[in-house]
C-alpha cells in the first residue's frame, strides 16, 4: 500500500505514487460515453477501470452504508463501489475511487462525502475517492486535469453522444441483426488507438473520426424508419444507467419503439449556463462568467459540425444548446437548476417538438428536484401539447420491474394508437 497523505481538513489524497500503482474504479453511468472517458483517461498515464455490474441487488450493499433518506443513484453508485471492493474482485489497497462532481445544488454534490462515510463504515477508510469536475473542487497531488486529458474527455463525449443518436436511429431498423453492434466495435477499435494518440487534438483529427462514424453507421442496411419515437428524460444517473433504469433502452427497442435520449453534453452545458445565471442574478467573478461563455461557445462549434455532419448524411441531428434553453422561457424560470433542473423540461418540450410526444421520465425515489421539473410540469406540457403522451416511472430501493414494465407497455401502447393516427391525441 501507498504512504497515506491527507490534506488540511484531513481528507485522504490521491497521490503520484498511487497514481503508478493504484486502479481508478469509476461507476457506469453512461454506457455510450463512459467507456471512452476511461480510454481518455488511460491514455494519460491512470489505470482507470468501469465498474459494469449490473446485479440491482448491489443496491443492498449501498442501503447498508448510507442513510435511507438519500437517492436510489447514491445507493447504487456506493453500492456497486463496495460490492466490487468486498467481493475481492480488487486490492483495497491498490484502488481509488472517481466519481463526477457537478458542483450543483442538490445532494449529487454531496455524493463524494457520502461515499467517503460509507467507505469508513465498511473499514475501507484507506480507499481514496478523486472528484472529477470542471470547476477545481478537491485536489490531488496525483490526479490533474491538464489541457490535453481535458481535450480528450471533451472529445469523449463528442463521440458517446454521436454514438448514442446514430445507435439509436439505426439500430431498430437494421435489416440484419447485429450488424449496428458489429459497427459499434469496429468503430471503438478505431477510438482506442485515437485516444492513445498523445498530444491536443486538432479539429482536423477529431473531423475525420466524426465522418468515420457517420459513415459506418451510413453503410448498415436498414428498413425504412417508421417506428413511434420514445424520449427517456429524468434525472441523469436513472436516465442513462441501465443499472438504475432496469434497462429502459432495451425495454423499449423490445416493445417495436425507437428510442431518443437527449446527449449528455446538454447536462455539461447546462451546469456551466447555470454558474453564468448564478452569476448574473447573485453576483461574482465577471472573468468566471465570460470563461463560462466562452467553453460553451467552443463546444458548441464543434457539436453545430457534428449536427451538420449528421444531417447531410440523412441522420437526425439534437438541436443546438440555445435552442434547447430558449424552450423554456415562459414555461418555467432557468433559477429552476437544483437536479436536473429547467433542462428536463425543455428536453420533453424538444422531444414533443421534434416527432418523440412519447416520454418516459425516469424518477429516482424521494428525488424532490426531479419531481418539481418533471412531474410538476406535465399538467402544463398537457395544455401547451395535447399530444403529448408522458409517463413518469419511479425508481426505488425495492423496484419492481413488473409495475415499471405496465406503466411502460400503457404508455407504449398509447404511443402506437397515435402514430397509427398519424399522431392525433389520446
Ligand atoms: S437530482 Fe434527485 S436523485 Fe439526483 S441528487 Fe438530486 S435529489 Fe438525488
Known amino acids: 500500500m501507498a504512504t497515506l497523505e491527507y490534506d488540511e481538513d484531513g481528507r485522504l489524497l490521491f497521490t503520484e505514487e498511487m497514481r503508478r500503482e493504484y486502479t481508478i474504479l469509476a461507476p457506469q453511468m453512461a454506457p455510450y460515453h463512459f467507456d471512452y472517458l476511461i480510454q481518455a483517461l488511460n491514455s494519460e498515464g491512470y489505470n482507470a477501470e468501469l465498474l459494469k455490474s449490473e446485479d440491482y441487488s448491489l443496491i443492498h450493499e449501498g442501503m447498508k452504508y448510507v442513510h435511507n433518506d438519500m437517492c436510489i443513484p447514491a445507493m447504487l453508485v456506493i453500492g456497486q463501489f ?9 486490492d483495497p489497497d491498490k484502488v481509488a475511487l472517481i466519481l463526477v462532481q457537478t458542483g450543483g445544488g442538490c445532494r449529487a454534490s454531496n455524493y463524494i462525502k457520502i461515499l ?18 470542471p470547476r477545481g473542487f478537491e485536489k490531488n497531488p496525483g490526479f490533474k486535469i491538464t489541457p490535453r486529458l481535458l ?24 435489416k440484419e441483426a447485429g450488424a449496428t453492434k458489429r459497427a459499434k466495435e469496429e468503430i471503438d477499435a478505431r477510438l482506442a488507438d485515437y485516444f492513445e494518440h498523445r498530444r491536443i487534438f486538432t479539429w ?28 427517456i428524460v429524468g434525472e441523469i444517473y436513472v436516465k442513462y444507467s441501465p443499472l438504475g433504469n432496469n434497462s429502459l433502452e432495451e425495454t423499449l427497442e423490445k416493445e417495436g419503439v425507437e428510442v431518443v435520449t437527449p446527449p449528455l453534453y446538454d447536462f455539461f452545458l447546462y451546469t456551466s449556463t447555470n454558474r453564468i445565471i448564478d452569476i448574473s442574478r447573485y453576483g461574482g467573478s465577471r472573468l468566471e462568467k465570460w470563461l463560462w461563455w466562452f467553453i460553451i461557445w467552443y463546444v458548441e462549434i464543434r457539436r453545430g459540425k457534428i449536427r451538420k455532419a449528421m444531417r447531410e448524411a440523412g441522420f437526425e441531428a439534437p438541436i443546438p444548446f440555445k435552442q434547447l ?35 418516459v421520465s425516469t424518477q429516482p425515489f424521494g428525488c424532490l428536484p426531479n419531481h418539481i421539473v418533471a412531474k410538476g410540469m406535465f399538467k402544463k406540457l398537457k395544455s401547451l401539447y395535447p399530444e403529448s403522451n408522458v409517463v413518469a416511472i419511479d425508481y426505488d430501493t425495492s423496484a419492481s420491474k413488473i409495475n415499471q414494465i405496465n406503466r411502460i407497455n400503457l404508455m407504449v401502447s398509447n404511443a402506437f394508437r397515435n402514430h397509427a393516427r398519424g399522431g392525433e391525441q389520446t
Open 116 to 133: 467517503r462515510k460509507a467507505l469508513e463504515k465498511a473499514r475501507l477508510s484507506q480507499v481514496p475517492v478523486i472528484s472529477l469536475n
Open 82 to 90: 463496495i460490492d466490487a471492493l468486498k467481493r475481492g474482485d480488487y
Open 151 to 174: 481535450h480528450k474527455l471533451h472529445d469523449a463525449m463528442l463521440f458517446g453522444d454521436t454514438m448514442m443518436n446514430l445507435t439509436l436511429q439505426t439500430r431498430p431498423y437494421e
Open 325 to 359: 434553453k430558449k424552450l423554456v422561457d415562459g414555461v418555467l424560470d432557468k433559477g429552476a437548476h437544483a437536479g436536473e433542473g429547467w433542462l428536463l423540461t425543455a428536453e420533453m418540450i424538444d422531444l414533443i417538438e421534434h416527432g418523440a410526444p412519447n416520454i
Open 204 to 231: 482536423r483529427r477529431a473531423k475525420r473520426m466524426v465522418h468515420f462514424i457517420i459513415e459506418r453507421f451510413r453503410a448498415i442496411d436498414t428498413h425504412p424508419r417508421n417506428k413511434p419515437k420514445v424520449g
